[in-house]
């Protein structure tokens, strides 16, 4: 089964109560979209956001077995297998040896970590925004080991290499699709 997004949504709620990461999964939904759109795959647009949304739905509960548990969450609710391929692929090289194949994975690979950063960058800002966000701004803290250490910036890097992107359009194409996702608004 391909759940809509508001049943998605439902999913993850089963397993996510914090705030902080359901507003995650709504940002790597929004963002999957944006690089849906963009990259072609606009036929297949609800489908990459539902991906986005789930990706880290065994996190909250599930932390040391992240990206494995949630393909048994995911198979209990009958989810199609693309789905949970997906989303297990994230975690390559840190909890499964499911390697991001199709352009859909390699984006969310790439993405979720960044994701963070950006988002740790836009909240340093005195706007709190992504709106007036430039790339300078983010490679900066990107170089800074100690700031958002917990984004990892051999995964992002890894995942710009995947997609054959350079790092700097990885991380500017980002910006642009947190900057259209209604749920990457820190300033409220």
């Known amino acids: 089964m391909i759940p809509t997004i508001d049943e998605a949504r ?13 507003k995650h ?6 963002v999957m979209k944006y690089f849906a759109d963009k990259l072609g795959y606009g036929y297949e647009a609800e489908f990459w956001s539902v991906v986005g949304l789930l990706h880290d739905l065994d996190f909250e509960q599930f932390p040391e077995q992240h990206c494995i548990k949630s393909q048994e969450l995911m198979r209990e609710a009958g989810l199609d297998e693309r789905i949970i391929r997906a989303t ?19 984006v969310l690979y790439a993405t979720d970590e960044l994701t963070g950063l950006i988002g740790a960058v836009a909240l340093m800002r005195p706007s709190k ?4 966000l430039e790339l300078k701004s983010v490679k900066k803290k ?14 992002i890097s ?22 259209e996702t209604p749920a990457a608004k820190f300033d409220e």
Request: glycine share 8%; aromatic share 8%; net charge negative.
């Open 158 to 179: 890894n995942g710009a290499e995947m997609l054959g992107w350079s790092l700097d359009d990885l991380i500017t194409e980002t910006i642009m699709a947190m900057r």
């Open 129 to 132: 925004s992504v709106a007036d």
């Open 25 to 30: 999964a709504e940002i790597v939904s929004g």
């Open 10 to 22: 439902a999913l993850l709620k089963k397993y996510n109560s914090d705030p902080f990461h359901l």
């Open 142 to 155: 990107f170089k800074s080991a100690g700031f958002a250490a917990g984004c990892s910036r051999e995964v």
């Open 88 to 106: 297990a692929s994230h975690g390559y090289g840190i909890t499964v040896d499911i390697k991001p194949e199709h352009t859909m994975e390699k």
